[in-house]
């Protein structure tokens, strides 16, 4: 069979934004363009007045809007069983995260409910997260696991994240985060030894691997033993770190090589020149800040001045951050660590694509990289960073084609 090649040319762009770079912050904004993609990949702009009849085998009408790359959300929790509405009220009424984690409750109860959970069903509460997610236009996830903490449920979370990428065809990278929290009845260190003997067992689920290092969760020495056995295996490193408090997780998760560091908003400059050396891309969470009321927001300026790539992330998870929205992530990372548009938007794109390794396939809008993107409803993407609590969103499309 000869192969066909379709050429799609997408017109009337009134403004366009490229993510030419993310450290430094690059964004080439092209006014009056056209897009021209080639089987499902970005080829080329052209001025929007010189396109010929009969020049493609078809032509787009975006009807003078603009347009941004695809959202990627780097850090996500989003299959998981029940939800934590309850605390939510608690907290609002005085109670802390960690006072709440210690009587027993916050991850422990998704941990029950996620195992009590069919796979069918977790399958399908995450399909309608997604969804969701991709109709407010994010184009590529990860999904960690993390709310099993034993050997059946964390593989029954991991196949879900599978069966999400086949079925609904978007970019998922899957993420073994056994060493999420200490499950009821077992000793820290006993729990770790069960992890790192078991890692081999998520070879071919996962390609990275995660932990919480956290006071009274994992140290900085869980940390590195968990780490140097998942490298020796063949696992990209992930890590939460200095979100509650300064624990080191990070300066050593970066020493290690991980792939990124996430949270960070006790982070001190010996991790961010630790950051700076070995490539680690910082992700911010700032929903996470927000929906914990925290006081310490993440040094995003220190890392921007260090060199170090940023990316934003939802954390969609039932606990600390309850949201499947990146334009809210945007905004708020725009307000909190008082980030341009461009700076927020190539986090939330490119920057979220290095974070997972795959800046070179997309994220960008580059010449190469796949043609995944979102047309708005507006035709300046500074109205994401201006009006808040809007979907600005109007339609999205993946490699070319229109997925909302
Ligand atoms: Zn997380």
């Excluded at 925290?294 to 954390?315: C, M, N, R, Y």
Aim: net charge neutral; with cysteine.
């Amino acid at each position: 069979m000869p192969v066909t090649s379709t050429t799609i040319c997408f017109r009337n762009i009134r403004l366009l934004a490229q993510i030419e770079s993310v450290a430094p912050v690059v964004v080439a904004k092209k006014e009056n363009c056209a897009l021209v993609v080639r089987d499902g990949k970005v080829v080329k702009t052209v001025k929007d007045s010189g396109i010929r009849a009969g020049q493609y085998d078809s032509v787009v009408d975006l009807k003078g809007r603009a347009v941004i790359p695809g959202f990627v959300d780097c850090h996500t929790h989003l299959v998981y069983g029940g939800d934590r509405k309850e605390e939510a009220e608690k907290r609002a009424t005085g109670e802390s995260y960690l006072e709440i984690l210690k009587q027993g409750g916050g991850i422990h109860n998704t941990v029950e409910a996620t195992r009590k959970s069919g796979e069918e069903e977790l399958y399908q509460t995450a399909r309608a997260r997604m969804k969701r997610m991709i109709q407010l236009g994010t184009t590529a996830f990860e999904i960690k696991s993390g709310y099993g903490l034993d050997l059946e449920t964390e593989k029954k979370m991991l196949r879900v994240g599978q069966s999400l990428r086949d079925k609904l065809k978007v970019p998922v990278n899957l993420t073994y985060l056994g060493a999420h929290a200490v499950p009821k009845g077992w000793e820290r260190e006993e729990y770790l030894d069960w992890v790192i003997e078991n890692l081999p067992a998520f070879r071919g689920l996962a390609d990275a691997v995660d932990i919480f290092c956290e006071q009274d969760v994992f140290s900085v020495k869980d940390l590195r033993r968990l780490f140097l056995r998942a490298k020796l295996l063949g696992f990209h490193l992930r890590a939460h770190v200095e979100e509650l408090s300064h624990q080191g997780g990070c300066y050593e998760a970066a020493k290690l090589g991980a792939l990124s560091c996430d949270h960070l908003e006790h982070a001190l400059p010996k991790d961010i020149r630790a950051m700076q050396l070995s490539g680690s891309v910082a992700v911010l969470l700032p929903g996470v800040t927000f929906f914990l009321g925290g006081e310490k927001i993440a040094p995003a300026h220190s890392f921007i001045d260090a060199g170090v790539p940023l990316a934003l992330a939802t954390d969609c998870n039932p606990g600390s951050s309850p949201t499947y929205n990146m334009q809210t992530i945007l905004y708020l990372a725009a307000f909190l660590y008082r980030l341009s548009p461009d700076q927020a938007l190539a986090a939330g794109t490119l920057g979220a694509a290095r974070a997972l390794e795959r800046h070179k396939e997309f994220g960008g809008l580059l010449p190469g990289q796949r043609a995944d993107f979102n047309v708005l409803k507006t035709d300046d993407y500074r109205d994401l960073f201006y009006y808040f609590g809007d979907n600005f969103v109007d339609k999205t499309y993946l490699a070319g084609e229109m997925i909302r």
